[in-house]
């Protein structure tokens, strides 16, 4: 079974600063997907980024890039230039060949100006 | 817009009612979820659909009935909730079956509340 874990619950940053977030998983699967969703307050959950597990190379989009360490099951998502709409829930989701998305239990980022 | 339609929007209900919830996709995707987000609790994956049929089921209690009638539909029927069923209920589909590379697209969830 696939495992997320997320261990901070609120992480806070100021506006136009780098922040990152932690995640670390557990997977039994040898070919798996790893996700980054954000939730605004809409409650509408987001793709943010993914990564795929036999890519060495960590993804980025724009502002967003990983930092995907497989051998220590470690999938951290870095935010440069934090805006104000970047606050929201981030959550951390795993998927694997059996059409199940497991996810984290989030972190909370607040921007401040 | 994430393509994915869920409603009602707020919802609640008494111990002892039926009420269902729905969601709908245009997106032509052939695989959907229901999970249920608690407050500090990892967003918990319910029930899955591939091509219509339940490939998934996490061991949720009966109280809780899924029905997907076609690719587009999928429904949560419930009954004799319990006040800690009390949960944002999301909905979400995908291309699948089988694709684990594939975005999933959330709607905005059903708000909850048994009292």
């Known amino acids: 079974a696939q495992t997320v874990t997320q261990s901070q619950p609120e992480m806070s940053v100021q506006e136009a600063e780098t922040v990152t977030l932690s995640c670390t998983y557990d997977?039994?699967?040898?070919?798996?997907?790893l996700f980054w969703y954000k939730q605004p307050p809409s409650r509408q959950m987001i793709l943010v980024i993914r990564?795929?597990?036999?890519?060495?190379q960590n993804a980025t989009e724009n502002r967003f890039s990983v930092n995907f360490q497989k051998a220590a099951k470690s999938f951290s998502l870095k935010i440069s230039d934090s805006q104000l709409g970047d606050a929201a829930m981030y959550f951390c989701?795993?998927?694997?060949?059996?059409?199940?998305?497991?996810f984290g239990t989030g972190t909370r980022l607040q921007v401040f100006p | 817009e994430t393509g994915v339609t869920q409603t009602p929007r707020h919802l609640v209900m008494g111990m002892t009612n039926k009420k269902s919830l729905k969601c709908e996709q245009h997106?032509?995707?052939?695989?959907m979820y229901w999970y249920k987000q608690s407050a500090k609790k990892p967003l918990e994956l319910m029930f899955v659909?591939?091509?219509?049929?339940?490939?998934e089921n996490n061991s949720v209690p009966s109280r809780f009935s899924p029905e997907c009638p076609n690719s587009s539909h999928l429904f949560l029927h419930l009954h004799t909730l319990q006040p800690e069923d009390s949960a944002l209920y999301l909905c979400?589909?995908?291309?699948?079956?089988?694709?684990?590379?594939?975005?999933?697209?959330f709607g905005q969830g059903t708000r909850l509340t048994v009292v």
């Open positions: 997977t039994s699967e040898s070919d798996y997907y």
């Open positions: 997106l032509g995707h052939n695989a």
């Open positions: 979400a589909s995908s291309q699948g079956p089988g694709l684990m590379n594939t975005e999933a697209f």
């Open positions: 990564q795929e597990a036999y890519k060495q």
């Open positions: 659909y591939s091509l219509e049929e339940r490939v």
């Open positions: 989701a795993c998927s694997d060949n059996t059409d199940k998305l497991i």
